[in-house]
Nanobody, 120 residues
Framework: QVQLVESGGGLVQAGGSLRLSCAAS????????MGWYRQAPGKQRELVAA???????NYADSVKGRYTISRDNAKNTVYLQMNSLKPEDTSDYYC??????????????WGQGTQVTVSS
């Protein structure tokens, strides 16, 4: 069974850094686009950053220059390096990936979420 497992969230002061990781497990044939979304209480889930298998990236305007998304295709893992964090970055962060399992057709998967809290 394919699943995404996130790690790396926590509490940090404004201006600090955190690194999120998301590993896909299971018998996987291929992973296409991987990304990170976030959802704060009372708000809609929004795309933070995404990266294609070939390494092309896309960022929300609010995080450009502060966040960096990367991936290790050999480890089926995507990372989100978050620098210069602001209180408004406080949210639950979710990993997302387009995965083709070895035994079925591809579909979109979500991780369980990891909480990031930035104190002022």
């Amino acid at each position: 069974q394919v699943q995404l497992v996130e790690s790396g969230g926590g509490l940090v002061q404004a201006g600090g850094s955190l690194r999120l990781s998301c590993a896909a497990s299971g018998i996987i044939f291929s992973i296409n686009t991987m990304g990170w979304y976030r959802q704060a209480p009372g708000k809609q889930r929004e795309l933070v950053a995404a990266i294609t298998r070939g390494g092309r990236t896309n960022y929300a305007d609010s995080v450009k220059g502060r966040y960096t998304i990367s991936r290790d295709n050999a480890k089926n893992t995507v990372y989100l390096q978050m620098n210069s964090l602001k209180p408004e970055d406080t949210s639950d962060y979710y990993c997302n990936a387009d995965i083709i399992p070895a035994s079925s057709s591809g579909t979109n998967y979500w991780g369980q979420g990891t909480q990031v809290t930035v104190s002022s």
